[in-house]
């Protein structure tokens, strides 16, 4: 089925580890977004990418890592990870140049836990 | 800066019962709103989405949103409420000022009693 994928589903790192998650979309969308989700407070922005090449601070960024390695693909990485990243991480992709005039399409979540 | 109230965190209602969630915006032109659902362990799906014209609109699974600009809302109804609308729920703003990102609310979690 057509939507975005993310990868890996559940994750656990020790404080300072890195890792990358990885995020693919096949519907041809410009955008694309990264949020965590942290209880009572909704889904933060990361980073987000408005076009293949391009990539912007959101609401949240520090302490993470961006590639638009494509037009498919969105990779989010934690250099040094801490345990105030644990979280689940959602990637979202849209139509349009600038962003989410239609609404996004998540993907299922990569659920990220630092001891 | 836009942002998104939901007052209320939880909400139980029994099955068959009519369901509002309430949503307030802050933003000073006509934002683009949406309502996501997010069941547990899922990611979220699109229930419905605002940008102009009638005030009133419809979206899958039985749920409809109504804007109203003088009181900044963004309410979500649905009048009977089935066990499978249990779920998290979440509010959110787009504006072209902020290169339409997406601000979501806190979620307002549903719980449905038999």
């Known amino acids: 089925n057509a939507g975005v994928t993310q990868t890996p589903k559940f994750q656990v790192l020790k404080t300072g580890q890195s890792m990358t998650l990885q995020c693919a979309q096949d519907?041809?969308?410009?955008?694309m977004y990264w949020y965590r989700q942290d209880p009572g407070m909704g889904l933060r922005l990361i980073y987000y990418?408005?076009?293949?090449?391009?990539?912007d601070k959101g609401e949240v960024p520090n302490g993470y890592n961006v590639s638009r390695l494509n037009k498919r693909e969105f990779s989010l990485r934690l250099e040094s990870a801490a345990p105030s990243q644990t979280s689940v991480y959602f990637c979202?992709?849209?139509?349009?140049?600038?962003?989410?005039?239609?609404?996004?399409?998540f993907g299922s979540g990569t659920r990220l836990t630092v001891v | 800066a836009q942002s998104v109230t939901q007052p209320d965190i939880h909400i139980t209602v029994s099955e068959g019962a009519s369901l509002e969630l309430r949503c307030n915006y802050s933003?000073?032109?006509?934002?683009?709103l949406f309502w996501y659902v997010q069941s547990p362990g899922q990611g979220l799906q699109l229930l419905l989405k605002?940008?102009?014209?009638?005030?009133l609109v419809q979206g899958i699974k039985g749920f409809e949103a109504e804007f109203k600009r003088s009181q900044s809302s963004f309410n979500l109804r649905k009048p009977s409420v089935h066990w499978s609308d249990a779920a998290e729920y979440f509010c959110?703003?787009?504006?072209?000022?902020?290169?339409?990102?997406?601000?979501f609310g806190a979620g307002t979690t549903v719980t449905v009693r038999a």
């Open positions: 990418s408005a076009s293949e090449g391009t990539t």
């Open positions: 519907m041809n969308h410009n955008s």
């Open positions: 959110a703003v787009g504006a072209r000022s902020n290169d339409y990102k997406l601000s």
């Open positions: 605002y940008f102009s014209g009638d005030t």
């Open positions: 933003y000073g032109a006509t934002p683009y």
């Open positions: 979202a992709s849209s139509e349009g140049d600038v962003g989410g005039i239609y609404g996004y399409t």
